[in-house]
């Protein structure tokens, strides 16, 4: 089974304060929680935050990420905070195998992780449990942050090319990724790393 690249760094990760973990939603996240319908997959869902703030507002959420750390903790969040979400062990790269379907698919950092082959796959597993007609919103890494630290950059162009037959990108916007302050100096661009926020439409 193919599983999501670097394993052991990203559950390094989660040894202290991981740079992606800030408490709460992207912000183009929580501004377009109008456009979210249920049932909502949160894709590399970490420590659960956004998913988190989708089941405080009514909505049915599954978040799912590849590594134990992040889940025991969105997990033991949803008790403490008495949500009701599902939290899995699963690799994103499995997507095509699951009978699940949803309304709305998240992926908040979970794309650019991706090598040219898996991100086909990636994006066939996502097509495969989202509805027709269903939204994926999509946050990764931009081609306009300088450097090489981090994950890989993405461009407009490579969007449109891995969202072609069967969906409609309504929407390309520019954003930067908001960074845990208590996160090991990443060196990126002040205000944090710049990256693109995506709404994409699945086929009818």
Not at 16 to 42: C, F, H, M, N, T
Not at 154 to 171: C, N, P, Y
């Amino acid at each position: 089974m193919s599983t999501l690249p670097d394993h052991a760094r990203f559950q390094n990760s989660y040894s202290g304060q991981a740079p992606w973990d800030i408490g709460r939603p992207q912000s183009p996240i929580e501004a377009s929680a109008d456009r979210v319908k249920s049932p909502i997959l949160d894709s590399g869902c970490g420590t659960g935050d956004t998913a988190l703030f989708f089941a405080a507002k009514g909505h049915q959420v599954t978040g799912v990420d590849f590594i134990e750390e992040p889940i025991r903790r969105a997990k033991l969040k949803a008790t403490q905070r008495g949500l009701s979400a599902q939290f899995l062990l699963k690799d994103a790269l499995t997507l095509d195998q699951w009978d699940q379907r949803f309304n709305t698919v998240i992926d908040c950092g979970l794309f650019h992780v991706f090598s040219d082959d898996d991100r086909r796959r990636y994006v066939a597993g996502i097509a495969h449990v989202l509805n027709p007609s269903g939204h994926l919103l999509l946050i990764c890494f931009s081609t306009e942050e300088p450097g090489t630290q981090g994950p890989r950059r993405v461009s407009r162009d490579e969007l449109h090319q891995a969202f072609t037959k069967g969906w409609e990108i309504e929407s390309i916007q520019p954003t930067r990724f908001e960074i845990n302050p208590l996160a090991a100096d990443m060196n990126f661009s002040p205000g944090g790393p710049k990256a693109w926020f995506s709404i994409i439409r699945r086929g009818a």
